[in-house]
């Protein structure tokens, strides 16, 4: 594995540990089909919450109008595309309400967007 896979990981990891601590169980991690792959699936009370994590430096800092510009619209349609399949498969959650949410690693801190109401407390950007 390279370092930017491994890089990855640990960023995954981290955002886990975070929503974790928060109440959040991990249904899915890597989650792959032909569409695409989904890096966490959690599950909260009647929620699930989907979560694209990407991780950059601080020097090669990959958005500026804040980290929603790391998720296009085709990675999106990609990611519902993959929830749908999972969905299929998995037919005791479709009552449960649905959230997508991009996590952006940078550092030592975290930036979230597109929580919206889906979560009791937003997660804050720390270091652990």
């Not at 899915?28 to 991780?55: A, S, T």
């Not at 804040?66 to 479709?94: D, E, I, K, M, V």
């Not at 109401?117 to 804050?124: I, L, Q, V």
Request: charged share 25%.
């Amino acid at each position: 594995m390279g370092f930017a896979a491994e890089r990855g990981l640990a960023a995954e990891q981290r955002v886990a540990t975070v929503l974790m601590a928060q109440g959040w169980e991990v249904l899915e991690r890597r989650w792959r089909c032909r569409h695409g792959e989904m890096d966490l699936l959690l599950h909260q009370d009647e929620r699930l919450l989907i979560v694209e994590v990407k991780c950059r430096n601080g020097a090669g800092l990959a958005f500026v109008d804040g980290p929603g510009n790391c998720l296009g619209w085709r990675q999106q349609q990609r990611l519902q595309r993959a929830f749908g399949l999972w969905l299929q498969a998995s037919p005791q959650w479709s009552h449960c309400e649905v959230a997508l949410a991009l996590a952006v690693v940078v550092d030592n801190r975290i930036f979230w967007t597109g929580l919206g109401d889906s979560m009791t407390e937003r997660p804050h950007p720390r270091g652990d």
